[in-house]
């Protein structure tokens, strides 16, 4: 029965161009109806992206977890050892979140962020690469944020420090010789 209800609702998502807010555990199901992915973890998203992206090449370590968990049918097809991680322990009760990342107590990546900022810090979602189409809330593949430039080209922004980083910026000034850099 539900695969024949999975199936009408792809074939009137192609025919009428629908949206869904699938919710499921059942990463095949999603495979199957799903152009886009959110992973979540106690409420809170971790990985966002294409399916496709996501599942290729997964970001997060409870993304690579809960892939490294669905069954193979085929055990000729080894998993690599990266895609064999699975989380550790136990998820913590709803109303006792810990500190941070909610991920990080079961995960086995934490000790390769510096200054413990996973048990401290709450990851923000951005992309770990320029032109990412995914995006993740992790520590270790965060990068700093681009800061703003005022008028003047000086950095501005939330964080105090950012005119303290490495920041380029030209100002290209067209006069009637041409172009030159200020």
Do not use: W
Not at 53 to 62: G, I, M, S, T, W
Not at 64 to 84: E, I, N
Not at 94 to 102: E, Q, T, V
Request: aromatic share 4%; net charge negative; charged share 25%.
């Amino acid at each position: 029965v539900s695969a024949m209800i999975l199936e009408l609702m792809v074939q009137l998502k192609e025919e009428f161009d629908l949206t869904y807010l699938f919710i499921t555990h059942d990463l095949a199901t999603c495979k199957y109806i799903c152009d886009r992915i959110a992973i979540m973890y106690l409420g809170q998203i971790l990985e966002i992206g294409p399916l496709n992206e996501v599942f290729k090449h997964p970001v997060h370590p409870y993304t690579t977890s809960l892939l490294a968990a669905v069954p193979v049918p085929d055990p000729g097809l080894a998993r690599t050892p990266q895609a064999r991680v699975l989380a550790v322990g136990e998820p913590p009760a709803p109303g006792a979140l810990p500190a941070g990342c909610r991920y990080h107590p079961r995960c086995a990546a934490r000790d390769q962020v510096e200054g413990q900022r996973c048990q401290r810090d709450d990851p923000r979602l951005s992309a770990p690469e320029p032109r990412s189409a995914v995006e993740v809330a992790c520590h270790l593949h965060e990068r700093p944020p681009t800061p703003r430039l005022d008028e003047g080209h000086n950095a501005v922004g939330n964080d105090p420090g950012a005119a303290d980083g490495v920041v380029a910026a030209a100002r290209i000034v067209v006069d009637e010789q041409g172009m030159s850099d200020e």
